[in-house]
């Protein structure tokens, strides 16, 4: 067994990098082991042992198996956070607002990426309607309310919602772009987070590799419809 957290994930899924950068935050080194979706490695009986609903990412911590990417953050953070409570903090009323951001991030933003995303790239869709691309874009607002009462998505300190967000919002930042003179605070957010010295190898890498996938296949298969 490893003597750090295992993470069972892909570079390319936006829920897997916010856990890279919350690993990253925390000054936290992980043991990676790449799953191939397309490959179907998350059906595999063991993998299935471990994660019943078959998602990634999921973190083994020496026989602790936590699955989402949300909870795995709020996980890491609890566990390895050490006197510093600032990522996800303890105090209840500030951890709900945290948790408020992360189920929007969840239940909101990454669903409509994931109906732009996987059609393409599971399903052989060849180009990708507008209206999932207003669809996306109107998920911008809430993010750009809560940014009008300091500069991250939970007040004035960095929080595992902003990395959970970020992951998210860059993805689909490449499909839906942002228009700043209509979310001004949540184009100054995305600045600011990727100025973390941590955001282009724990984000910026798996997010081209899945823009550069999603984009060569929709290239591809518009060609061959010309």
Known sequence: MSDKPVLYYTPRS????????????????????????????????????????????????????????????????????????????????????????LYYDCGHIFPRIRFIVEPVIYFGVSDVPD?????????????????????????????????????????????APIEAAKYPLLAEWVKRLQALPYYQKSNQEGLDLLVNLVKGLLAERQQKHT
Request: with cysteine.
């Open 131 to 175: 209206d999932r691309v207003v669809y996306l874009q109107k998920a911008y607002d809430g993010l750009e309310h809560c940014l009008a009462s300091g500069p991250y998505l939970a007040g004035d300190k960095l929080t595992i919602a902003n990395l959970c967000c970020i992951a998210s919002v860059s993805t689909a930042e490449a499909f």
């Open 14 to 101: 936006p829920p897997c990098r916010a856990v890279l950068l919350t690993a990253a935050a925390l000054g936290l080194e992980l043991d990676l082991r790449a799953v191939n979706v397309k490959a179907e490695e998350h059906l595999t009986a063991e993998f299935l042992k471990l994660n019943p609903q078959h998602t990634i990412p999921v973190l083994d911590d020496n026989g602790t198996v936590v699955s989402d990417s949300h909870i795995i953050c709020s996980y890491l953070a609890d566990k390895f956070g050490g006197s510093t409570d600032s990522l996800y903090p303890r105090d209840p009323a500030q951890r709900r607002t945290v948790d408020a951001r």
